[in-house]
């Protein structure tokens, strides 16, 4: 209770506090994403993620949607994975389904390309380990975020995560 006490004396921690949960759910969000489309889209055992990865693209989609006069709740976001040629969409997500969109995100996930390719070769030739070490998605810290607005003239804005 002290700590809430706190946070009503000094709005800015209120605020910090609220960031942070969204900011955890967002995080959640895209790692449930990961692991649902590991099953449906992806047809892998495991997607390994890079450590703090998600809690990144949270952040960087809560100062995106900061400016937007409906803030997260008007965010339609797509969500995709980089392939050799292309991106495979894996899922698209209304923040809020009771609030019209005013903007969208698109979120590609970048494959880790820099796994030593002879040992991957190796793995894919069907070796002495098993099937399910051939099935595994590993993620770049990378990532690629594009925001365009639905009802305005200005020009899409990109992220490039590094």
Known sequence: LDFWDH??????MAADVTEDRSCHQLAKMFENCLSRAKKTTLHCSSVLVPEKLTRRIAREVLWLASCEPCGLR?????IHLELEKGW??????AYDASVVPTF?????FKQDGSAWPSLRDFLFMGSCFGPSFRNVLKLSPGFRLVKKKLYS???GTVIEGC
Do not use: D, F, W
């Open 7 to 12: 946070c009503m004396a000094e709005p800015h």
């Open 88 to 93: 495979k969409q894996l899922e698209r997500i």
């Open 153 to 155: 003239s200005s020009a």
């Open 74 to 78: 008007g965010c339609v976001l797509y």
């Open 104 to 108: 969208e995100l698109t979120l590609v």
